[in-house]
């Protein structure tokens, strides 16, 4: 099994939040801050102002799936990956070809109108501008994403627990596990090997198996190129 975050997608040219780089690090400080901002409450008092931060920090349309999403599918076609748990939100493991993926945050291409839950593509979110309205009952429009201040799905969520607890290596990849109840998952595995792949520390590191500390797109360039060779 695969469980990844941010990390993931940063060669994709998604940046992550919690690095020294990341979103919530370069973010101006005046006003409210990025986890006020994506929460359901701000969504419900503000917005406007929610779409107005979404669109300029939370959509990439044009990125690509980068050398983990393609090694990852490597493995689902040789059989020899049971599938990736992942708190990403930009759909680039389905982009690339893997079926066998639980978002646990859910999916920006995923859009519904809360009143008659009609839904709609990214470019409903894209090719608007201010509050998205729905084409049947003007109703407001939601990105089918995870806020703070939600509960994740709880079908994703017990099939996740199930795929881990079923497997007999867990690698942990581009993620600080610091958002919950979607880092208390790797509790449930009670696998062979944990290997872990992340710049910086993690709270799991002391019971790896095998730990890597090192950007997540040259691990799995070279795993890509001698895979090819």
Not at 135 to 146: E, H, L, S, T
Not at 154 to 179: F, K, P, Q
Not at 217 to 226: H, I, P, T, Y
Request: negative net charge; aromatic residues 10%; hydrophobic residues 35%.
């Amino acid at each position: 099994m695969f469980f990844g975050g941010a990390g993931v997608s940063t060669a994709s040219g998604i940046p992550d939040f919690r690095s020294a780089d990341g979103l919530y690090s370069s973010y101006e400080k005046r006003g409210p801050s990025p986890e006020e901002i994506l929460s359901a409450t701000y969504f419900a008092l503000h917005t406007k102002e929610f779409y107005d931060f979404y669109r300029a920090h939370m959509i990439y349309p044009d990125a690509e799936p980068n050398a983990v999403h393609r090694y990852l599918y490597r493995l689902e076609k040789q059989d020899k990956l049971r599938g990736i748990v992942t708190q990403n939100i930009d759909g680039l493991h389905r982009m690339a070809g893997n079926r066998r993926v639980y978002e646990l945050h859910g999916n920006i291409h995923e859009n519904y109108c809360v009143d008659c839950e009609t839904e709609y593509p990214l470019d409903k979110i894209t090719g608007t501008e201010g509050v998205p309205r729905c084409d049947r009952c003007c109703g407001i429009i939601k990105p089918w994403v995870v806020l703070y201040g939600e509960a994740p799905d709880r079908y994703t969520m017990i099939g996740a627990c199930r795929e881990i607890s079923g497997a007999d290596t867990l690698i942990v990849a581009g993620t600080s596990l610091a958002v919950e109840p979607a880092a208390s998952l790797i509790n449930d595995f009670s696998g062979r090997d944990l290997v872990v792949i992340n710049r910086e520390a993690t709270s799991a590191d002391e019971r790896a198996t095998l730990v890597i500390r090192e950007d997540l797109g040259k691990v799995f360039s070279a795993l890509e190129q001698s895979a090819s060779d």
